[in-house]
């Protein structure tokens, strides 16, 4: 067994020094093609809403983003966040756990419906929850009777937004867990840990970084999210407004400048979110423990 491991591995350490031995023109280009994708679809947008953003200068930049109706939809979009990404962080703990470590009947069916926000529009995920909460939907008339609002209020933002974005946490942990296995957590159980001490000391610090990295993903796709919000949020000013609504309004009103200003709130979160990402990315790779290549005689 140590024979064939030592040779699998010795074979990856050969494909990648082939790899390198590509022509050096064939590299650049592919380098090359990326750094042109990524300036033309990435930094090219960035600069250009920062610019018009300025464009009337740093006072026009700051009134916009201190009108009533701009702070009222940064904090609602900060509270909807607040809201779904903790209620997104519980689901993907517990169906990653369910999914990595127990056998059980619908398990594919529960991964298949995980993905579904992915393979759905928003904006119908949206008009799903108008039809079953709305004041003509399934539920409308019992909500109505006990005074409850759920659409074009903040609980239609909030079961919006959760919905779009909670496969992000949970499709980060279920590879992490799965390829981790459950031996130490086997070995803590054996040990008499009860099954929660396994969880917080043996399968919590071992995804950590995964479980950051899907909340930091998530965070950002909740605070940009527009499609479903846009359907149950009734577009009401200063009420039902998150930042993307809030820029749709200022854009179709003909206020460029302030609206180009909002966006670039939601550019900035774009930045930490990438800095944040790739920090993650470092720490993981470097907690990472290293393996050592030895001959396979050595490994006998």
């Not at 990648?16 to 947008?45: E, Q």
């Not at 937004?161 to 590879?175: H, Q, S």
């Not at 995804?207 to 990295?213: D, E, P, Q």
């Not at 609206?259 to 550019?267: D, E, I, M, R, T």
Request: glycine fraction near 8%; aromatic fraction near 10%; include cysteine.
């Amino acid at each position: 067994m140590a024979g064939v491991v030592s040779t699998g591995v010795r074979n990856t350490v050969q494909e990648k020094v082939v790899a390198r031995r590509d022509p050096a023109l064939l590299r650049w280009s592919l380098i090359l093609a990326c750094i042109i994708f990524l300036g033309l679809f990435l930094l090219l947008p960035l600069v250009v809403v920062f610019a018009n953003a300025l464009s009337k200068g740093f006072g026009a930049y700051t009134a916009a983003l201190t009108d009533p109706d701009a702070l009222s939809a940064i904090r609602l979009t900060l509270i909807t966040a607040a809201i779904a990404v903790p209620l997104n962080l519980v689901f993907g703990l517990a169906a990653s756990w369910a999914i990595a470590r127990f056998h059980f009947t619908g398990k594919q069916l529960l991964l298949t419906l995980i993905d579904v926000p992915f393979s759905v529009s928003p904006v119908i995920s949206g008009m799903v929850f108008v039809l079953l909460f709305g004041a003509q939907g399934i539920f409308g008339g019992w909500l109505l009777d006990h005074n409850i609002a759920i659409v074009f209020a903040l609980p239609g933002l909030v079961l919006a937004t959760t919905f779009v974005t909670f496969p992000y946490i949970a499709r980060e942990l279920i590879p992490t867990m799965e390829a981790l296995g459950s031996e130490e957590e086997e070995a803590a159980l054996t040990l008499g840990a009860s099954a929660w001490r396994t969880f917080f000391r043996i399968t919590l610090p071992n995804v950590k970084w995964s479980l950051l990295y899907g909340v930091i993903l998530c965070n950002a796709r909740a605070m940009g999210e527009f499609g479903a919000v846009s359907v149950v949020s009734g577009h009401i000013r200063g009420l039902t407004n998150t930042l993307p609504l809030h820029i749709e309004i200022l854009y179709n009103d003909y206020q460029f400048s302030a609206a180009f200003a909002v966006a670039s709130l939601l550019g900035v979160l774009a930045l930490v979110t990438l800095v944040a990402k790739s920090i993650v990315e470092w720490r993981s790779e470097r907690d990472m423990p290293e393996i050592e290549i030895r001959p396979v005689e050595e490994q006998v």
